[in-house]
């Protein structure tokens, strides 16, 4: 019988963390007049930083200064972290404590550097849930391609079509959707629409709805 894994997103699944990126480039955008900052951010949630990188510059121009802003908005957000903790999303611990109960294989496939993924994990007190845990700087494809989840399943030993993923954005969706999972969505900054209702097996409101289901059929 092939065994059953639940892979995670990390930022904005995990981790309250997308307003806090898009608040530090907005403080950005203030700071140097960059128009629409906002949206062009948003356009990037759910992606490397290589991705994140071309939809700036396809936004802005290939003349966009983009590592100087975002080293900027990165030490932004980090001072935050630092004064406050990354806020968990409602019902991470709980959910990440009945897999762990029940033996269900735990991965995580995020589009963030892997030692930033590691350290905010060990920091939140996180990181033993996890078997596997695979960062965005591992493969040169970024979400929405199906890569980062097809290399999580690969390093769990878990056929994708045995495998949920726990999604916030549109672009991890996809590319669950892609991998051959079966996508669950919890909407963070960016609304559940009819694509991502087609593609997902469920969608709901926060973490303690998935362990509910979970428990319905795991």
């Given at each position: 019988?092939?065994?059953?894994?639940?892979?995670?997103?990390?930022?904005?699944?995990?981790?309250?963390?997308?307003?806090?990126?898009?608040?530090?480039?907005?403080?950005?955008?203030?700071?140097?007049?960059i128009?629409?900052?906002?949206?062009?951010?948003?356009?990037?949630?759910?992606?490397?930083?290589?991705?994140?990188?071309?939809?700036?510059?396809?936004?802005?121009?290939?003349?966009?200064?983009?590592?100087?802003?975002?080293?900027?908005?990165?030490?932004?957000?980090?001072?935050?972290?630092?004064?406050?903790?990354?806020?968990?999303?409602?019902?991470?611990?709980?959910l990440?404590?009945?897999l762990?109960?029940?033996?269900?294989?735990?991965?995580?496939?995020s589009?963030?550097?892997?030692?930033?993924?590691?350290?905010?994990?060990?920091?939140?007190?996180?990181?033993?849930?996890?078997?596997?845990?695979?960062?965005?700087?591992?493969?040169?494809?970024?979400?929405?391609?199906?890569?980062?989840y097809?290399?999580?399943?690969?390093?769990?030993?878990?056929?994708?079509e045995?495998?949920?993923?726990?999604?916030?954005?549109?672009?991890?969706?996809?590319?669950?959707?892609?991998?051959?999972?079966?996508?669950?969505?919890?909407?963070?900054?960016?609304?559940a629409?009819?694509?991502?209702?087609?593609?997902?097996?469920?969608?709901?409101?926060?973490?303690?709805?998935?362990?509910?289901?979970?428990?319905?059929?795991?």
């Open positions: 019988m092939k065994k059953t894994v639940v892979i995670f997103d990390m930022d904005g699944t995990i981790f309250d963390s997308e307003q806090l990126v898009l608040d530090s480039w907005e403080r950005i955008g203030e700071k140097y007049g128009a629409d900052v906002r949206q062009a951010l948003t356009d990037c949630i759910g992606v490397n930083i290589q991705k994140t990188k071309e939809i700036v510059h396809a936004h802005y121009g290939k003349d966009f200064e983009f590592e100087k802003y975002r080293k900027e908005a990165s030490a932004l957000f980090h001072e935050y972290v630092r004064e406050n903790g990354l806020p968990l999303k409602k019902g991470v611990k709980e990440l404590q009945y762990k109960e029940n033996e269900i294989p735990v991965g995580l496939a589009s963030t550097r892997l030692a930033v993924v590691e350290e905010e994990l060990r920091q939140a007190g996180l990181y033993d849930y996890f078997q596997v845990v695979v960062g965005g700087d591992q493969l040169k494809r970024s979400k929405p391609e199906p890569d980062i097809l290399m999580t399943c690969e390093k769990m030993g878990a056929a994708p045995c495998a949920y993923a726990v999604e916030d954005s549109h672009n991890g969706i996809r590319a669950a959707y892609s991998a051959g999972m079966m996508p669950i969505m919890v909407p963070d900054l960016l609304p629409t009819e694509e991502m209702y087609a593609k997902s097996a469920a969608v709901f409101d926060d973490l303690l709805q998935v362990m509910q289901y979970f428990k319905e059929r795991l």
